[in-house]
């Protein structure tokens, strides 16, 4: 797994990423983003293209090595300085509500303590601080959520951790982040099973 994990399943995820549907997303989604952003599972950093004027920093951590080598290439062309970091979600070594904004594209899929990291995304964040998120996980249909499961048992082992079959926006909210904006739909390209998505932000309370 060691090369496929380090250095195939990073150039596969840049290539296919850049996709322009995603690209859709990743602009209509981090538009919310303001101030000292985190940006956790940072990946080759496709979302720096879309932060706006309002981001003065941006720090990315990626725990992947393959996918932190291809976002060296291109993290220092943008006009906010860009720090990365080889860092997990779960314990996040920053102080409590040292930033404004954290962001999250197709990235709570693949963690594998959830609740822990969202617990340490609201640490991190500011009082009155947003937690923008872009993923996909279960969707309504229980028909669906079936093979979502069935399906995640091996998508978790080819695609470095990654699961279809979270409930996103419960598990947000459990964590005592305060959802202000949702948007659920199918993407467009992708089968049912795999492209449910959860789009919104949600606000530390002050």
Not at 145 to 162: E, L
């Amino acid at each position: 797994m060691g090369i496929w994990r380090d250095r195939l399943w990073p150039s596969l995820c840049h290539k296919a990423m850049q996709a322009a549907r995603h690209e859709r997303h990743r602009a209509s989604s981090v538009v919310r983003a303001q101030g000292r952003v985190l940006e956790i599972g940072f990946g080759t950093g496709l979302n720096l293209a879309h932060y706006p004027a309002s981001v003065t920093h941006v720090t990315g951590i990626e725990p992947n090595p393959g996918l932190r080598k291809l976002a060296v290439r291109t993290m220092h062309e943008y006009e906010f300085p860009v720090t990365l970091l080889d860092m997990n979600a779960e314990r996040l070594l920053f102080d409590e509500g040292e930033f404004d904004t954290v962001v999250s594209t197709w990235t709570l899929c693949s963690i594998r303590d959830l609740d822990r990291a969202l617990a340490e995304t609201r640490r991190v964040l500011k009082p009155g601080g947003e937690f923008i998120f872009f993923e996909h996980g279960l969707a309504p249909d229980p028909d669906l959520q079936k093979w979502q499961r069935r399906i995640s048992r091996v998508t978790k082992h080819i695609f470095d951790g990654c699961t279809i079959d979270r409930q996103i926006a419960d598990r947000v909210a459990a964590a005592g982040l305060e959802i202000v904006t949702l948007n659920n739909f199918f993407a467009e390209g992708v089968p049912r099973s795999e492209g449910y998505i959860y789009a919104g932000a949600a606000r530390k309370r002050i």
